[in-house]
């Protein structure tokens, strides 16, 4: 788990000597497992290992963040961070504080030890607006889906702060009029019709959902993503007062439980997306959407392949094809026969996937149109080739399977530098690729780079395919930089 850059601090870090007590006669790592097995009880998810353990108790970690104070408060319970030996969140953040009458005093400092750093920012900072991007991306270019933040909003703020994914989903999901709170949650509680302010909050969660998966990967967003769900179909179930808000909410319902559903298919939780696509697909058909019924059989094809039921995947596809010709989009058209092609490579069909193929190709020439569905913002020339190169690589071409996979992360990384999840995708397929391909060397160069990613983007299909690919290197450890790539892999925090 990346730390905090609240944790950082440009003075000599304090021994923990207060949590080093707590450890007790447990070694880091027996504790960093104590503290997995308690994140699980309270259903948060952190890669504690003895390295962090060492890193808390050098005082290296002034504050941890929010899901790690969660499971520390489970774990002692009846404590405050201040008792487990950690500073202020407040004094670590460079904000002033008034503590009040029965506030707990600041943690023993030892003789000769440094006093802490003071607070640099005036309480008094104005708010301004900043957009989350990756670094490096140019701030005069923003997506459909950009977020903007206030710099003086505490939630929020905190959130893009930790580096937590989780935190990340749980203070964006939370300001998209779905939270408890959120007007949509308080018109199903007070049983009054749904509006076009409750539609509009449900059409926010799915592009908020969309652009977090882009950023950051689906496991820890999944489990944060099905309240909104469940609101949405709430709204449903209590009526609008108008038909075109029963129809944007059918939509945006629909759409959401696709969203949710990628959530669970992208971190391997196969049987839970088969059923949001269910979901989708039922509620499309409810509606006469011709464009939701694409879409949700457009995943389902793509989750058919991914659990060995290949020709289950081109059957859907194929339904998905049946329903799009309505919409008057190539694009989509073109994505769709992509789908059919990877389940025809599943069967082995060399020819049907080609031909396939040809067709994705054809059509996507034709370039975009005013048609193209707002889901589809992920598929350019860099998807195109993505999915081609799954396709060699379930035939066995692993050379020209790399081919396209190297055109696939190149583009990515050029055109779209905000979809980090899919450049790292794209990296790991040609890491794996270029390794069966017999090119040890360059395949953990391509695995260092996924690597680099991995404190962003949490995607168990990324993890799994640089797992897979760490096992056909093994007998080429001698080979350039295959021993370097083998020796951080195996260094990487293992779930318990």
């Not at 504690?48 to 941890?64: K, Q, T």
């Not at 076009?196 to 993503?225: K, M």
Request: net charge positive.
């Amino acid at each position: 788990m990346a730390t905090s850059p609240m944790a950082s601090s440009t003075r000599s870090p304090r021994p923990n000597l207060v949590f080093r007590r707590l450890r007790g006669q447990r070694s880091p790592g027996e504790f960093a497992a104590a503290v997995r097995r308690a994140a699980r009880e309270i259903g948060e998810r952190v890669c504690c290992d003895a390295r962090y353990i060492g890193r808390v108790e050098a005082g290296e970690i002034r504050c941890p963040n929010y899901a790690y104070e969660r499971v520390f408060l489970h774990m002692f319970p009846g404590r405050t961070l201040t008792d487990l030996g950690f500073a202020p969140r407040s004094q670590v953040r460079g904000r002033s504080s008034r503590p009040g009458p029965d506030a707990p005093p600041p943690p023993a400092v030892p003789t000769g030890s440094p006093a802490p750093a003071p607070a640099r920012n005036h309480p008094h900072t104005p708010i301004h607006w900043y957009e989350s991007r990756p670094s490096g991306s140019d701030p005069s270019t923003r997506g459909p889906y950009a977020i903007q933040t206030p710099e003086g909003s505490d939630v929020r703020r905190r959130a893009f702060m930790t580096g937590s994914t989780a935190a990340v989903a749980a203070a964006s999901l939370g300001s998209v009029g779905l939270a408890l709170d959120g007007s949509a949650e308080a018109a199903v509680r007070r049983g009054r019709r749904a509006g076009d302010a409750e539609a509009h909050a449900v059409e926010e969660a799915v592009r908020r959902i969309r652009l977090l998966d882009d950023r950051h990967g689906a496991d820890g967003l999944y489990r944060r993503a099905a309240a909104p769900l469940r609101t949405a179909y709430a709204l449903l179930d209590a009526g609008t007062t108008r038909q075109s808000t029963a129809d944007r909410l059918h939509a945006g319902a629909g759409e959401l439980a696709i969203s949710v559903g990628w959530l669970a298919h992208d971190s391997g939780r196969f049987d839970d997306a088969r059923s949001y696509y269910s979901e989708a697909l039922s509620t499309a058909r409810v509606a006469d959407d011709a464009a939701l019924e694409a879409h949700a059989f457009c995943n389902t094809a793509f989750l058919a392949r991914d659990t060995g039921r290949p020709r289950e995947a081109v059957r859907a596809a194929q339904a998905a094809t049946r329903a799009a010709r309505r919409l008057g989009s190539p694009r989509l058209l073109s994505l769709l026969a992509l789908r059919e092609a990877g389940g025809w490579a599943g069967l082995g069909d060399r020819a049907g996937c080609e031909h396939a193929l040809t067709r994705a190709h054809a059509l996507f020439d034709r370039g975009p149109s005013p048609d193209d569905p707002e889901w589809m913002s992920f598929y350019g020339e860099a998807e195109l080739n993505g999915l081609e190169a799954q396709c060699w690589s379930a035939l066995g071409d692993w050379a020209r399977a790399a081919t396209h996979a190297r055109r696939a992360a190149v583009t990515a990384a050029s055109e779209t530098p905000q979809f980090t999840r899919n450049i790292a995708l794209y990296t790991a397929e040609l890491a794996d690729d270029l390794a069966r391909a017999g090119r040890p060397d360059e395949a953990a160069t391509a695995g260092l780079r996924v690597l680099s990613f991995l404190d962003e983007v949490q995607s168990s299909r990324v993890q799994s395919m640089l797992a897979t690919t760490a096992r056909v290197l093994l007998p080429h450890r001698r080979a350039s930089g295959v021993g370097g790539f083998l020796e951080r892999h195996a260094a990487l925090p293992r779930a318990v």
